[in-house]
């Protein structure tokens, strides 16, 4: 069995640029680390929050899987496919790069931030055509529970995206236990912790921390306190 990854939040990169401020979990843009390029298909890991009114100005994307899941705040997006659209908490957006796609991300409000995590995905088929989707999610369907924000299958719960991936969202009350069974064996299991504090198999999290493993039975996560997680599971090899 591969050896389990913990980033622990202090561990990962940070980028100051004024009018974002920018978390990656993994090696992005100028912060390199040859130890933390990628979890499986798991590639981007950013934990940003922009200032009001700014943002990233229009850039090309290709052969990636784009999701957004905002936190707090509105997002403002623009692409070259013709959409226009306004994503806050409570919604989830994917972006198929595809062929390549121009987009561009603002922060609607002038005067509050937004945050959000922006996650990259490699694809299980390359040039495939542009596309984008968002989709909304109630928060008393994260309730001691996850709910599925993601899924390979057009039909299923969720925004889908060109890879054998499943996201969930959960907000679990202090003491709960659930456990998650993965989708598809070989699959690998990248969780993050958005609030709170969590045991999952064993191994303590606390916010932000990232922590990444290759389970063979059900997982058994339990709260610590009052908690938000994020978890992604994804190919080792696609």
Same mark, same amino acid.
Not at 10 to 25: E, I, M, P
Not at 62 to 87: R, V
Not at 120 to 145: F, G, I, M, T
């Given at each position: 069995?591969?050896?389990?990854?913990?980033?622990?939040? @202090?561990?990962?990169?940070?980028?100051?640029?004024?009018?974002? $401020?920018? #978390?990656?979990?993994?090696?992005?843009?100028?912060?390199?680390? *040859? &130890?933390?390029?990628?979890?499986? #298909?798991?590639?981007?890991?950013?934990?940003?929050?922009?200032?009001?009114?700014?943002?990233?100005?229009?850039?090309?994307?290709?052969?990636?899987?784009? +999701?957004?899941?905002?936190?707090?705040?509105?997002?403002?997006?623009?692409? =070259?496919? !013709?959409?226009? %659209?306004?994503?806050?908490? !409570?919604?989830?957006?994917?972006?198929? @790069?595809?062929?390549?796609?121009?987009?561009?991300?603002?922060?609607?409000? &002038?005067?509050?931030?937004?945050?959000?995590?922006?996650?990259?995905?490699? *694809?299980?088929?390359?040039?495939?055509?542009?596309?984008?989707? &968002?989709?909304?999610? %109630?928060? #008393?369907?994260?309730?001691?529970?996850?709910?599925? +924000?993601?899924?390979?299958?057009?039909?299923?719960?969720?925004?889908?995206?060109?890879?054998? #991936?499943?996201?969930?969202?959960?907000?679990?009350? $202090?003491?709960?236990?659930? =456990?998650?069974?993965? $989708? $598809?064996?070989?699959?690998?299991?990248?969780?993050?912790? +958005?609030?709170?504090?969590?045991?999952?198999?064993? &191994?303590?999290?606390? @916010?932000?921390?990232?922590?990444?493993?290759?389970?063979?039975?059900?997982?058994?996560?339990? %709260?610590?306190?009052?908690?938000?997680?994020?978890?992604?599971?994804?190919?080792?090899?696609?």
């Amino acid at each position: 069995m591969k050896n389990p990854v913990l980033h622990p939040a @202090a561990s990962r990169f940070y980028a100051d640029h004024g009018w974002l $401020k920018s #978390a990656q979990t993994f090696s992005f843009h100028g912060n390199y680390d *040859p &130890q933390r390029i990628q979890f499986g #298909a798991l590639r981007v890991l950013n934990d940003d929050t922009v200032h009001g009114g700014k943002g990233f100005g229009r850039h090309p994307h290709d052969n990636m899987e784009i +999701i957004s899941i905002p936190l707090e705040g509105t997002l403002e997006h623009q692409d =070259s496919m !013709g959409n226009t %659209a306004l994503i806050r908490r !409570g919604e989830i957006q994917v972006m198929s @790069a595809g062929t390549g796609v121009y987009h561009t991300e603002f922060n609607k409000d &002038q005067d509050e931030p937004v945050s959000f995590l922006q996650i990259w995905l490699y *694809p299980n088929k390359l040039n495939v055509e542009p596309r984008y989707d &968002q989709v909304a999610y %109630a928060s #008393a369907d994260l309730h001691n529970r996850f709910q599925q +924000i993601l899924s390979p299958d057009p039909d299923d719960e969720g925004v889908w995206i060109n890879q054998d #991936a499943w996201f969930h969202l959960g907000e679990f009350d $202090k003491g709960f236990e659930t =456990s998650y069974e993965l $989708k $598809k064996d070989g699959n690998g299991l990248y969780v993050f912790v +958005i609030e709170g504090n969590i045991e999952v198999d064993g &191994q303590l999290l606390s @916010a932000r921390d990232g922590y990444g493993f290759w389970p063979g039975s059900p997982v058994s996560i339990k %709260a610590a306190e009052k908690s938000f997680l994020l978890l992604m599971e994804v190919p080792e090899k696609w």
